[in-house]
């Protein structure tokens, strides 16, 4: 685990996997209340707005990741989805099966939100293996409709709302995955756990 | 109590202390971009330095006054005017002033800086989300970007307006030729070539059009990556004022709608205290940047 300084009052922590700096920023989040945001991402968690920097050295010594505190929280989430995506055929044709196969294969998988980015709202499901992979498409759509369930490279997500993106849409799902009159406006944060459930036209 | 957008100019939000604490669900911090001079239009009417103001860009807003209310306007130095049926009339920069119902309030293009701040007795007082009233313009969290006919409500002002001593303060912020930014080295140094700070303080940065509420872009010297690191990185969390450097080396400052993750290397972070000042840049400015 190796820490860059970001300036006098942030730090950068590196980590081994998305697993790995969830759970460091669960540690984190009740061992040091104080520090303001707390960002979770693929192999980092940043600290910004750190107030007492000695406090946080002593409490990343002590920090192990656990197989309990690597693992999702909560019931699975289920994810009705039409699967009508504009590029399933190129999905299905990427990893040499039928459209069906592809349905089947991703509604097999049990996934977990491993972090947040991009835009509210919008996790980064961790799941699909590596071998599965979908590169970015090679210039991004202007507009990705809200509620779409799209694969880039090993991440899935849900699209929160009609936003430009580069990742291939699989289907669409009418779940409201971010609604900032609710007092917790994400639906899905780091460590929830889902399954997508297919949901004929 | 109301007050009613005539003229929204370039861009006017509505903007506060901003909402942090939020960016693991992906919500940038937002809030006004230079806090100071907005703090200072809050004080000069009498609010907490919380409440909400307006934040406009290079040319002003004409704003419609609909009860009688204490103004102050602060930040980017502008010519303010009150029109009535009866002609207009000119009014102080950085003080506050009460207008009758009915007054056409001009705050006129930026003379010098980039965003002013009208501060208004009571606050602006929008529904709040995730617990502000800022506009964020690039995750479109909070009020929307304001256009004409847009009725703001205003809120119930308690306290009796300051003087106004801090009139120099203000004066003393808006930016020097060449601005001077002071800068901490930042976390991923070593993904540039060797000697790249000292290149990034003994070089001149221009400042950029495309610049917005999300970063400040400047243009000069390309920042080398160094040879074994190219590609990006995989998506990090990013602080306020981190100076992202991307493939064709021009930095970009990172103002308070930046996105949360990135991931293009931060080889800078530029210190807090030199963060309002980054807010009144013009396109064109020249930058000096100082290590701090």
């Not at chain 1, 592809?102 to 980015?117: K, L, P, Q, W």
């Not at chain 2, 929204?8 to 806090?35: I, K």
């Not at chain 2, 306290?159 to 930014?181: S, Y």
Request: hydrophobic share 45%; net charge neutral.
């Amino acid at each position: 685990m190796r820490a860059h300084p970001v300036g006098p009052r942030a730090l950068l922590v590196e980590v081994a996997s998305p697993a790995a700096a969830r759970s460091l920023a669960v540690f984190l989040r009740q061992a040091c209340p104080d520090v303001q945001d707390i960002v979770p991402a693929a192999a980092t968690v940043l600290l910004d707005g750190i107030a007492d920097h000695e406090r946080v050295g002593v409490v990343l010594k002590r920090w192990q990741p656990t197989a309990e505190s690597v693992e999702g929280h909560g019931p699975v989430l289920l994810v009705p989805t039409r699967y009508d995506g504009a590029d399933l055929a190129q999905i299905a044709d990427s990893w040499g099966v039928s459209r069906r196969e592809v349905v089947e294969r991703h509604t097999s998988i049990e996934f977990t939100a491993e972090f947040c980015g991009f835009s509210p709202g919008f996790a980064y499901l961790g799941g699909l293996p590596e071998r599965w992979a979908i590169p970015r498409r090679p210039s991004p759509r202007t507009r990705v409709p809200a509620g779409s369930v799209a694969i880039g490279g090993s991440w899935c997500a849900i699209y929160p709302r009609a936003s430009p993106g580069g990742w291939s849409i699989l289907g669409v799902t009418e779940l409201s995955v971010w609604d900032q009159s609710r007092i917790e406006p994400a639906l899905i944060t780091a460590g929830t756990k889902l399954r997508f459930v297919e949901q004929s036209a | 109590m109301t007050l009613t957008i005539l003229e929204p100019g370039l861009l006017t939000t509505v903007q506060d202390a901003g909402r942090p604490g939020f960016a693991h669900l992906g919500v940038p911090r937002s809030g006004a971009l230079d806090q100071a001079a907005a703090a200072l239009a809050n004080r000069l009417v009498g609010n907490p330095g919380s409440a909400a103001v307006l934040e406009t860009t290079l040319l002003g807003a004409r704003i419609g006054v609909d009860q009688a209310l204490t103004f102050a306007v602060t930040g980017a130095e502008a010519e303010l005017r009150a029109g009535t049926a009866k002609g207009a009339r000119r009014l102080p920069f950085a003080e506050a002033f009460t207008l009758p119902a009915g007054t056409e309030l001009w705050i006129g293009p930026a003379i010098r800086g980039v965003r002013s701040y009208l501060a208004v007795t009571g606050g602006i007082e929008v529904t709040p989300v995730l617990g502000s009233r800022s506009t964020d313009t690039l995750a479109e969290v909070g009020p929307s970007v304001l256009s004409a006919g847009c009725v703001l409500p205003v809120g119930v002002g308690t306290l009796t307006p300051a003087e106004a001593p801090a009139t120099v303060v203000h004066h003393a912020r808006l930016p020097t030729d060449p601005a001077i930014v002071h800068f901490h080295a930042g976390p991923r140094v070593d993904w540039f070539r060797s000697g790249s700070l000292r290149q990034l303080s003994e070089s001149a940065y221009v400042v950029a059009p495309e610049s917005s509420r999300i970063g400040l872009r400047l243009s000069g010297p390309a920042l080398r990556r160094h040879r074994a690191r190219q590609g990006d990185l995989p998506s990090e969390g990013m602080v306020l004022g981190a100076m992202q450097v991307p493939p064709d080396g021009q930095p970009v400052v990172f103002l308070r709608d930046h996105p949360v993750t990135g991931g293009y290397p931060v080889l800078a972070v530029v210190d807090e205290a030199d963060l309002d000042l980054c807010a009144q840049l013009r396109p064109g400015a020249t930058v000096r940047f100082v290590p701090a």
